[in-house]
Nanobody, 121 residues
């Protein structure tokens, strides 16, 4: 069993900042990649940012220069610092982890329950 627990969403005014956190726990052997996706009403879920164990990152073009993803490997935790937020960033943000579990050593994707981010004046 693997659990991803997110925190940090909420309501913020345009131009404001929020920091999301996601902690993975359970039968984890190793995590390859952690990331954040988002889904706005009526739209498909899209990648926001991701980071590998080695620190390689990738970002959606729409958030480059505004969002920063980071990771604490010792705590199996990933963070998303979101600055200069825009109304179009409003969505449910989901944490994702690509990892191997014990004892089966199976690699699979896991998802958090989602946290709402609303950017509005």
């Amino acid at each position: 069993q693997v659990q991803l627990v997110e925190s940090g969403g909420g309501l913020v005014q345009p131009g404001g900042s929020l920091r999301l956190s996601c902690a993975a726990s359970g039968s984890i052997f190793s995590i390859y990649r952690m990331g954040w996706y988002r889904q706005a009403p009526g739209k498909q879920r899209e990648l926001v940012a991701a980071i590998t164990t080695g620190g390689s990152t990738n970002y959606a073009d729409s958030v480059k220069g505004r969002f920063t993803i980071s990771r604490d490997n010792a705590k199996n935790t990933v963070y998303l610092q979101m600055n200069s937020l825009k109304p179009e960033d409003t969505a449910v943000y989901y944490c994702n982890a690509d990892l191997w579990t014990v004892p089966t050593m199976t690699r699979d994707d896991y998802w958090g329950q989602g946290t709402q981010v609303t950017v509005s004046s």
